[in-house]
């Protein structure tokens, strides 16, 4: 199972035969069984007729909206999946010990990640990070001692300002970058994994869905209306496992260069069609990546599938009003 997406303006989505059709305005006509499909994301301008809405929705497969430069619209979906006793308990744990723990649970993982990505391509070249690593420890000390969300998330921010410092040191040079920016990102590192972030946000989000869980009602994040705040809690345990690792990889690979980015005063740094159809096809073999270590199980899951997992894992630590429960994937 996995994400169709479509990139191309101008594509046309229908469904036949239990298949969805896709038709592209160079003649090329693409078919996909339904049946394969968790989602269908479209980045640009297609169209989707409406027996094809109807059918997605009929089966559960949301169907999302994203800009060419990966900012996110919105999402079709059906109400099958709404559990209104699992959300009401959900909201009840919000500014509670429970929030508290379940944070610091994940921004531990969130650090411990980093610095492993982070000395895996500084260890490729031969290259010191361990001022930048050494500063990630010691706001990785402080996290068990924080009394707030809010302290958390200031050593969040510190440490992540010293792993991105990190990661420009250990990228091909043409790649370099100055810090974190985004909304718009002004440069193609950026650009990326803005876009790489949006893409799992809209996984993240999707699952929870499907398990009954309201993605608005998170914990770490504060609440702030249109914004999905559970998504944006569980995303800071991947981002730098599959997003940055991908960007990491698809840059000092050699597999995508400068020339597939563009600029624009309103839309910052954006990636261009050919650029598109590589990251996606890089990302999505990350999240079909398979590996005995991402999860505790007898038995090897990939990206998609843990993620999945992980959300099972919140629910059963929501219902118990237990966040020690949840035990956050942490690579080596």
Partial sequence: MGQLYINENGAHLSISANRIVVNYKDGMERKVPIETLDGIVILGKAQ????????????????????KGGRYFGRLVSPNHIKVGLQRTQSSLYDTQFALVFAQ??????????KVVLRRYARKDNIDVEDEVSYISFCLGKIPNTE????????????????????????????????RNKQPPRDPFNSMISLGYSILMNEIYGSLESKGLNPYFGFMHRDSDRHPTLVSDLLEEWRATIVDSTVMSLINGHEINKNMFGYEDDDGCYINRAGLDVFLKKLEKKMMTSCNY???????????????????NLIKAIKENDATIYEPVIIR
């Avoid at 989707?48 to 800009?67: A, D, H, K, N």
């Avoid at 707030?148 to 790649?175: P, R, V």
């Avoid at 991402?294 to 099972?312: E, G, H, M, P, W």
């Fill in 48 to 67: 989707v007729t409406t027996q094809c809405v109807e059918g997605l929705l009929t089966r559960g497969i949301p169907l999302s909206y994203f800009s």
């Fill in 148 to 179: 707030t969300i809010e302290e958390l998330n200031g050593y969040e921010g510190l440490a992540a300002k010293k792993y991105f410092k990190g990661i420009s040191k250990c990228i091909d040079e043409q790649f370099k970058f100055n810090g």
């Fill in 105 to 114: 649970r994940i921004i531990d993982a969130k650090l411990k990640n980093q």
């Fill in 294 to 312: 991402l999860y505790r199980v007898d038995y090897t899951v990939n990206f998609r599938r843990a993620i999945s997992l992980q959300i099972d």
